[in-house]
């Protein structure tokens, strides 16, 4: 079975704290891309990031970090000094390769006060 | 930057009507989808086109649901007896297909309401 499972349905952080979102993929392929949107509560879904299976390097771009860990089935995604802008839900997602579709979690609801 | 665009941002339609929902893509973007979100779920696939055909589609996208790029830059989604169940956020994307470059770009949605 091809699937994405984000475990946390919600988290509330207080402004400049860290925060890692969790996600968990399942699929038998050896070829798949991963992928981070942002859907901030104007309702869109943002591309944040894809992740080749081939390419287990880290990125960090800016206040966000992606650790992708095949061993683990992982791609969890930080962010570092969250600020209320940041407040919005978001989806991991999979693709295997073969398939056209994006295989989406069910979010992550992030709230960042001030 | 170029991105894509949806019409309606808002639909309401009475059960059992026709409904068509439309998209303009990313315009050197070669593959297309739909997707749907209901209220607080999970966004799910519906159908993806290129080439002027469907390329996927699942299962909820039974003979109710049609596709069609009617033109070199229009993409619609067609529900042709609408139900209650329908009620959702309709998202249209586009990737370019180059090899490696999956990212699908979203557009800002549909939401229709079934009544």
Known sequence: AQKVTQAQTEISVVEKEDVTLDCVYETRDTTYYLFWYKQPPSGELVFLIRRNSFDEQNEISGRYSWNFQKSTSSFNFTITASQVVDSAVYFCALKPLGTDKLIFGTGTRLQVFP | ?115
């Not at chain 2, 949806?6 to 068509?20: A, D, F, K, L, Y």
């Not at chain 2, 390329?55 to 070199?72: A, C, L």
């Not at chain 2, 609408?82 to 959702?88: N, P, R």
Request: glycine share 6%.
């Open chain 2, 1 to 115: 930057e170029p991105e894509v665009t949806q019409t309606p941002s808002h639909q309401v339609t009475q059960m059992g009507q026709e409904v068509i929902l439309r998209c303009v893509p990313i315009s050197n973007h070669l593959y297309f989808y739909w997707y749907r979100q209901i209220l607080g779920q999970k966004v799910e696939f519906l159908v993806s086109f290129y080439n002027n055909e469907i390329s996927e589609k699942s299962e909820i996208f039974d003979d109710q649901f049609s596709v069609e790029r009617p033109d070199g830059s229009n993409f619609t989604l067609k529900i042709r007896s609408t139900k209650l169940e329908d009620s959702a956020m309709y998202f249209c994307a586009s990737t370019s297909g180059d090899w490696g470059s999956y990212e699908q770009y979203f557009g800002p949605g549909t939401r229709l309401t079934v009544t």
